[in-house]
């Protein structure tokens, strides 16, 4: 039967997003309906759920494959759609429908947290929801947000939201959940680390990652006209909270165990629970030129945890969409980065917590921010520090690191760089590979960093020659909500601009 977002959002709570996750579905302890469960039994499925849909590489590979970073090896046939840039309503669906499905079960959280002792909880729902709108906004633009989740009113097809307005609520709803973390009384409920798999009930830590979240949003404006101010003032009103540092990355983690289904979900693509290779995996994703070539010229050791030697000494990759005849042969392209038991490897361990959002890219974002002018400190240290503690979540040393900083090269070196926002954003690319992929295609789109990328070579590729900017709306959706999905206007791939792309 298919499923559409109108039946998530209208009927649906209390729900992993991937049936292979069914052990954190807490259904059954819900006997009595959403309005009188716990909290604390429905808070880790949510943040699971968010957790599974970022990390599948299916969920967003087409990033990946645009930007240089990944190709498809010479075993299978290219993905057309994705080679050649047209898109169809179906590309993707499965994503959308997921972050509606976990954002409803923080909704829920959020309108049962009515008493004052369920603060901390109330904040979490709202920090929650925020992280998935942004990336609904940064993918699909216009979505439903004010009615997405009015069933109980009798409202079962929301209008949509305008981005830019969505954006700008999102910043609200931060603010109030950093107040309410602040504002909770001593007596306040507190958060169980066994429902809080990101933090484990360390409400500074959300008090950060709420800030840095809130940072992100605001960062993605920065290439828009006459927002400045706005940018600043909104970064001063929270600065005394501060941001994630150095070890305080937002990663989660429910119990990962070696048995199928209960996997980390990027590592499980790749590898079953007896560490034999997934066929759809393994062999077919591969590394990408561009960034093979990036870490390279650069002198990078991360390219060791990235991609794979094809011969036990050389690194090769593949731009994305060469017919066939040109395409490199599997036997000398490397593959993603693999190691048994190497938990800094891009495909890691069955264990693994998985990102959400690291420190290095908080500290990223700092270096963007205080180098743009939106707030005070060292751009070169925050740069240098994200850095460093990208070569750690590597299993990379400070030594490395500092080695690698050492280079006089202005694509490494931050005082020897021309152009400082171009090394910060280029080198934050190189770094979310296989980690991040909403934010690499956001830089990208509101950025224009990394310059050069080659993108699809494929000759019967549509456009004006770079990728879409931005995703269809799910067929599914189309199928129900059709009147407020025509009322958005003309979707057009290549120049349908998300509101904070000013190029």
Known sequence: MKKNILIIITGLVLLGTSCSKDFLNVNEKNPNGPSVVASKLILPAAINGVANTMNLPRRFDFVYLWHGLWSVSAGYSQPQNLVQYKLINQNYQNAFLELYTTAKNFDVIEKASTDPKDLYFLAISKIMKAYIFQNLVDCWGDVPYTDAFKTDEGNLKPKYDKQKDIYEDLVVQLDAAMTDIQSAA???????????????????????????????????????????????????????????????????????????????????????????????????????????????????????????????????????????????????????????????????????????????????????????????????AFYEGAITQSFSYMGLSGADAASFLSQQISTVNFDNSTNKLELILTQKWGSLNGISPVEIWTDYRRSGFPTGLVFSVDPAKAGPGYPPVRLLYPQDEINVNNDNVLAVGTIDPFTSKIFWQNR
């Open 186 to 380: 001593l007596d306040v409920n507190v958060v169980p680390a066994s429902s809080d798999i990101m933090f484990g009930g360390d409400m500074t830590k959300w008090l950060k990652f709420a800030n840095t979240l809130k940072l992100r949003i605001l960062i993605h404006q920065s290439g828009m006209e006459g927002r400045a101010s706005y940018i600043t003032e909104n970064i001063a009103a929270t600065a005394s909270i501060g941001y994630l540092g150095a070890g305080e990355s937002a990663l989660v983690n429910p119990g990962f165990v070696v048995s199928q289904g209960k996997m980390n979900p990027f590592y499980e693509t790749f590898y079953n629970s007896a560490a034999t290779s997934q066929s759809d995996g393994t062999t077919y994703y591969f590394a990408g030129k561009d960034a093979v070539d990036f870490y390279q010229s650069n002198n990078d050791p991360r390219i060791s945890k990235f991609f794979q030697t094809y011969d036990g000494t050389h690194y090769e990759g593949n731009y994305f969409g060469h017919l066939p005849a040109d395409l490199i042969p599997q036997a000398k392209t490397s593959k993603l980065g693999y190691a048994a038991g190497d938990a800094g490897t891009m495909i890691g361990t069955p264990t693994k917590s998985a990102p959400i959002l690291t420190d290095f890219e908080s500290l990223f974002l700092q270096a963007e921010a205080v180098q743009r002018g939106f707030m005070s400190g060292d751009a070169k």
